[in-house]
């Protein structure tokens, strides 16, 4: 059975930078769509960036320029980077996995059927 376990959230003033990691287990990171997402108190859970098993990355809006996807596949590791972080960046990180899709990985959190139980980011102004 897949694990994804979500770590590196934390507290941090506006214009900060922290990095999210999600470690995989029975399962390696390259294999299928993989992505960010988050959702903060009282609304629905957004994506925030996918990678394909190519690589290739998609952003959500609100996030380019400033949130990096990246993936260690020796590791077994998913990172978000995220510098110049705003307050309205706070919310519930999750990792997710679309098991069986290899591509247009998009931002869609109702296509991930695996995730993780999340990491909380708090941006303070």
């Known amino acids: 059975q897949v694990q994804l376990v979500e770590s590196g959230g934390g507290s941090v003033q506006s214009g900060g930078s922290l990095r999210l990691s999600c470690a995989a287990s029975?399962?390696?990171?390259?294999?299928?769509?993989m992505g960010w997402f988050r959702q903060a108190p009282g609304k629905g859970r957004e994506g925030v960036a996918t990678?394909?098993?190519?690589?290739?990355?998609r952003y959500a809006d609100s996030v380019k320029g400033r949130f990096t996807i990246s993936q260690e596949t020796a590791k077994n590791i998913l990172y978000l980077q995220m510098n110049s972080l705003k307050p309205e960046d706070t919310g519930q990180y999750f990792c997710?996995?679309?098991?069986?899709?290899?591509?247009?990985?998009?931002?869609?959190?109702?296509?991930?059927?695996?995730w993780g139980q999340g990491t909380q980011v708090t941006v303070s102004s």
């Open positions: 997710a996995t679309a098991v069986g899709l290899r591509w247009w990985c998009l931002l869609a959190s109702s296509g991930y059927n695996v």
């Open positions: 029975r399962y390696t990171v390259s294999s299928y769509c």
């Open positions: 990678i394909a098993s190519d690589g290739s990355t």
